[in-house]
Structure formats: C-alpha cells, structure tokens
C-alpha cells in the first residue's frame, strides 16, 4: 500500500467525502441517472478509499491528456495495418512528454501505485501503445536496473529520448514454456573479451518479441552461456543491441523480421531474430548471479544449478503480476458496457405500456453479478500481489537476496503463477458473457467488446501459458507439503499458505452450520476452502506415490495426476488467496 493510501485512511469520513467530491467530477446527466441515484454507496468515495488520492489524481490528470490531445483522438475510421503501427509508434513516442508532466520522469521511480494507475488507464485506451511502451520502459528498464551490477548508463540515459526502445527476446520457435531448452548460444572468447552469439538452427529462432518487429534497438537475450573449455553453464540474459538507433536497420550478423497480423494487439510489433555469429562485449553479461571473468572463468554467487536458473527467471513474475491487473482491467471495461447497455436497453414488461430495462430481469442480473464480485475481488488482491512484488523488488536491490527475500520470493511466484490463470479464465468467460449479454449490438465493433476479447485472449498464453502455471503453483504447493510431513515451519510470509502447519487440524473440520445466514459467514466459507485444499493436497500426493509405486517415472507420474487435481488445486488455492485477503483487511476494504 502506497503512502497516499496510508494518508487517506487518516482522514475522517467527512472530510474523504469533500476530497473525493473535489477530485472527480460528476457522471454526465443521461438515461441511467434513475439507477445512480438507487445506489447504496457513494462510488466517488469508494473509488478513493480502494486507489488512493495521488493516483485517483494521476488519472484524472491522463484522461485529461487523452482527451486534449488530438494524437490520442480514436479514429472514425478502420486503419490498415501499417496505419495502426504507425499510429502506435507516434503515440508511444508522446507517452514520455505526458508522464514526464504527470510525474516529471521515470514512472519505475514513483511507487507502484501510479504504475497500477498508469496500466489501467491506458490498457482501457489501448493495449497495444501500453504494452509497446511497457515493454521498454519497464521490463527492459527494469531488468537493467535489477539483473546487473554494471549501470549501463548509456542505454538507461538515453531511453528517456525514446533514441532506444527495448524488447524482451525469452520465447524461441520451439520453445516457449520449456526454458531450459532454450537452444540460443552465447560463447564466450577470451582472446577478444567478447561473447559470440549464435541462432544453431531455425527451432532457436527468437520469436513473438514485442517491439522487434518495427522498432527495438536494443533486447534482453536470453542465450545458454559457454565458456571457452565448452562447458555450459545454463540460461543467462545479456542486453545487446539490434538496431542502429538512426536508420532502425538491423547491424550485421542479426536478422530481424515482423510476425506479421494477429488476432489482436495489432498496434504492436512482434517479431522474430537469428543471430549469425554476432559478437557483444563481455559486459553486456547481467551480473547479478553470475558472470565470466576476462580470462573465461565463470563464477556465481549461486552454485546449485537449478537453483540459479529459478533465479535468473525471477523478474519473469513482475510480468505475471502486470498481466493480473491487466486482465481484470479488460474485465471492467466490458462490464461497465455491458451493465449500462442493461440499463437503458428495454425489452418487455408486465404489460403494453411500458417496457422494462433488461437489467431488471433476474437472469440478466444472474449473468453479471458474479462477474462484477468477482472482478472487485481480484482487482484488489491483484493490486497488492503486484504493491508486495514492488516490495521485495526494492528489498533485493538494496539488500541483495536474504533468506527472508527467498522466502518471500517463491511465495510470489506461487500466487502469480495460480493468479494469472484465475484472472485470465474468469476475465475470457466474463467478457463473453457481457458480449452476449449485449445483444447482436455487442457483436458490433462500435460496442468494442469485440477488441476487448481479441486484445485479451494473448493474456491466457504469454509470460506463461495458463495450464502450465498452474503446475508450477502446484508444484509449490506440494513442496510445502512435504516440509509439513517432514517436521518443518511452512513459512508464508503473505500468510496465503501458512495454513498448511494446521493441516490435521483443518482435515478434521466438519460443516455443521444449521441456517442460511451460518452459511454467508465468510470465515465458514474459508474454513471450506482450507479444507478443501489440503484433501487436494492429500489426494495430490497420493496420487503421485500411487503411479511411482506401478513403476512409472516422476515426470509421468505428475504429467498422469494433472488434470483432476493438480490444476483444480492452484485454482482453488487462487480463489482461497483472494478471499484470505478481504477477510483480514475487511475493515479498509
């Protein structure tokens, strides 16, 4: 929680009620003005007391930007191709002059809070400028500023000119979810304090690379290091440069091409690369865990290879926990069309001389109600999954990695890894739902909830595939199970498993209630989700000793018990996480 939250939560309720009065203006006179004046709460306060007043403030100050600017202007015609990513790359050369007067320079610096602010906005304006300019200003920027002991000042300086745009380049044509057998190479020779970089064959090409295909001078490569006696020693990542910054023309010994249309997200460049023997300094190596000395030996701080290669992707869930918000943003979006167009469109009625507004129709309401909680719900706790990511991300940059940090680090990426996929499936299935919900007129492109599900769909398999991030939660969570029958503390420093040290405990629990009000208790529904998750838990694990016992090999054996258990257990631990967290903090939410 950032420190305008903290300060609003001092206020007394009346004078909340004056600053949200002064910072948003009143909703636009109109057919759904007999709805508003029903509601039961004041949405003015409630968006404050749940954004904060500085980032209330920063949205107002971009929606006022947008809107005066006639660059921002949606056009009142279909682009082509080209025009959309012409578009795009103008608009995100603008993005730096507008931040630059929200927040006088790098939004890294600011706090999480206008980050979140700064996604939302522009994901409901359009992805693909919001991606595009993320990709360079925060993941690029980001690593650099994390992964590194040596600034590179120069690419760091000069990307606030937009002379540089930065690319993430992970993903390769036959290799997305199995990083370790990334196929790129980087050799390192000694005799020119260089590594040579090199694409063995057309499987190892770098694919699905926002900003490479048009824009990118620069990208984090990600490449399987060896030392001149041949040895290799896993996955690392080294910032190279693709492009001259001038021309945009790819230097010798890259090839750069455009994955050409997508089904959406067309404003953005993906493109792939080869390397040919393509020579990069010594120093272009993220030092941070690893490195090569000039005579060739390679050292690290961590010396278990597994280990170093979870640590070499642990910026990856600063992605994850992005794309959390972005999916619930999509979520919103469509429901605020599809619960307006509830409003005014009218359909029937008791009798001929008057027609109800759809929304009055239990069912209408059956279909979006869910949704609406659910996207409230997620919302929130994504924002503090994304404020405890932020966190720990400054933690390790000034204090390193302390076994405190470890901790907390494998519990982020549980949660990021069973949160995404809860985000992602419930905003593709809500979104479907407002589409229908709408009518033939939601089939429209005006209605845009069209673009919302097309731009949407890549959240389901970018920065990790949803059915295998699901194993990956699983897997953590099995670990913890193991450390409970071994005798150890499960240690959950966000307490989304702590839980598990009272596993015999919460096995035994049996439902007792006796009335309908017992059952809207929330703490009996979480009592049921504790349970629910350690019999899977349970079951998981005898799942897995009952295939090993036939013979079979762990890794079929956890392939044979995904389907009915291990995915249904990251989900629901998701969905148990996100309640955990109104639950004990009901009182500020």
Not at 424 to 453: M, P, S, V
């Amino acid at each position: 929680m950032d420190k305008f939250r903290k300060t609003n939560v001092t206020l007394s309720p009346s004078e909340m009620r004056l600053l949200a009065e002064r910072l948003l203006p009143d909703l636009p006179s109109g057919p759904l003005d007999a709805y508003r004046k029903k509601a039961s709460f004041n949405w003015k306060l409630l968006k404050l007391v749940l954004e904060g007043e500085a980032n209330v403030a920063i949205e107002t100050k971009i929606w006022t930007l947008l809107t005066e600017d006639p660059l921002f202007h949606h056009p009142n015609k279909g682009l082509s191709h080209s025009e959309t990513r012409r578009l795009a790359f103008l608009r995100f050369k603008k993005l730096s002059v507008i931040i630059e007067r929200l927040l006088g320079g790098n939004l890294l610096l600011q706090g999480n809070g206008p980050q979140i602010t700064f996604t939302r906005c522009f994901g409901m304006y359009d992805w693909s400028l919001y991606i595009k300019y993320a990709l360079s200003h925060f993941v690029f920027r980001y690593m650099i500023m994390t992964s590194s002991q040596r600034y590179h000042s120069e690419i760091y300086d000069r990307m606030e000119s937009e002379d540089i745009v930065g690319c993430l380049m992970l993903t390769e044509l036959g290799h997305g979810s199995n990083l370790k057998k990334l196929q790129t190479k980087a050799v390192y020779d000694a005799s020119t304090e260089e590594f040579v970089l090199d694409t063995p064959n057309l499987e190892s090409t770098k694919c699905w690379v926002g900003n490479l295909g048009q824009h990118a001078t620069h990208g984090i490569v990600y490449a399987q290091l060896y030392t001149p006696d041949g040895v290799c020693h896993g996955l690392h990542s080294f910032v190279v440069q693709l492009r001259d910054p001038r021309t945009r023309l790819p230097y010798p010994g890259v090839t750069i091409g455009d994955m050409g249309s997508k089904i959406g997200l067309n404003g953005l460049d993906n493109g792939f690369a080869q390397f040919h023997h393509y020579r990069i300094p010594r120093d272009s190596l993220f030092n941070r865990l690893s490195d090569v000395t000039p005579e060739g030996k390679f050292v690290s701080s961590i010396k278990n290879d597994n280990r170093r290669f979870g640590a070499a992707l642990a910026n990856l869930s600063a992605g994850r926990c992005a794309i959390i918000c972005m999916c619930t943003t999509n979520l919103l979006k469509a429901l605020v069309i599809a619960v307006r167009y509830s409003g005014v469109r009218r359909q029937f009625g008791p009798d001929e001389s008057e027609e109800l507004p759809i929304w009055e129709y239990q069912l209408q309401r059956w279909r979006l109600l869910p949704y609406i909680s659910a996207a409230y719900a997620i919302h929130v706790f994504g924002k503090y999954i994304c404020e405890s990511f932020y966190d720990y991300s400054v933690e390790s940059v000034a204090r390193g990695n302390s076994p405190e940090n470890k901790i907390l680090s494998g519990e982020l990426h549980c949660l990021s890894c069973a949160l995404k996929p809860l985000s992602g499936w419930t905003a593709r299935d809500g979104i479907q739902e407002c589409r229908e919900t709408c009518g033939g007129h939601g089939y429209l492109t005006i209605a845009r909830i069209g673009d919302i599900r097309n731009d949407h769909d890549a959240n389901l398999t970018y920065e990790g595939d949803n059915n295998v991030l699901v194993q990956q939660a699983s897997q953590f969570l099995l670990l913890q199970l193991r450390n409970k029958q071994m005798g150890r503390k499960v240690s959950s420093p966000l307490n989304s498993f702590d839980f598990i040290n009272d596993m015999d405990n919460n096995l035994k629990r049996k439902l007792t209630v006796t009335s309908v009000d017992e059952l809207m208790n929330p703490k009996i529904c979480l009592d049921a989700y504790k349970w629910l998750i350690c019999h899977l838990l349970v079951e998981c694990d005898r799942c897995l000793k009952e295939e090993i016992g036939k013979g079979v090999d762990p890794f079929t054996a956890f392939s044979n018990c995904q389907a009915y258990r291990l995915r249904n257990l990251a989900v629901i631990f998701a969905e148990h996480a996100t309640l955990q967290y109104f639950q004990d903090r009901k009182s500020v939410v």
